[in-house]
Nanobody, 121 residues
Framework: QLQASGGGLVQAGGSLRLSCATS????????VGWFRQAPGKERDFVAA????????DYSDSVKGRFTVSKENAKNTMYLQMNSLKPEDTAVYYC????????????????WGQGTQVTVSS
């Protein structure tokens, strides 16, 4: 099970940190990722990280502003979001990767419930 939290309302230029806590099973052999879905749009890749934390990647739209990290002792993944823009407004989901792609949502077999991020201009 994955549980995302930390969303909220923030002004443009502000910051938020999302958390994704895992429980109920071990995800130590999975990579994990963040996706987001704006109203009327597809659920898009945002960031991913290996369970060891040794590899990370980001979508071009968030590169340089968002940072993904993990704290294995707490079985928790984080997404630090800085310099937020109104176009970052979406429901953010964390997920565990069970397939071969890091960027395709169909490769993620376990999903959290999502947390709303709203950035006002």
């Amino acid at each position: 099970q994955l549980q995302a939290s930390g969303g909220g309302l923030v002004q443009a230029g502000g910051s938020l940190r999302l958390s994704c806590a895992t429980s109920g099973r071990t995800f130590s052999s999975y990579g994990v990722g963040w996706f987001r879905q704006a109203p009327g749009k597809e659920r898009d890749f945002v960031a991913a990280i290996t369970w060891s934390g040794g590899w990370k990647d980001y979508s071009d739209s968030v590169k340089g502003r968002f940072t993904v990290s993990k704290e294995n002792a707490k079985n928790t993944m984080y997404l630090q979001m800085n310099s937020l823009k109104p176009e970052d407004t979406a429901v953010y989901y964390c997920a565990a990767r069970t397939g071969s792609s890091w960027y395709d949502r169909s490769a993620y077999g376990y999903w959290g419930q999502g947390t709303q991020v709203t950035v006002s201009s």
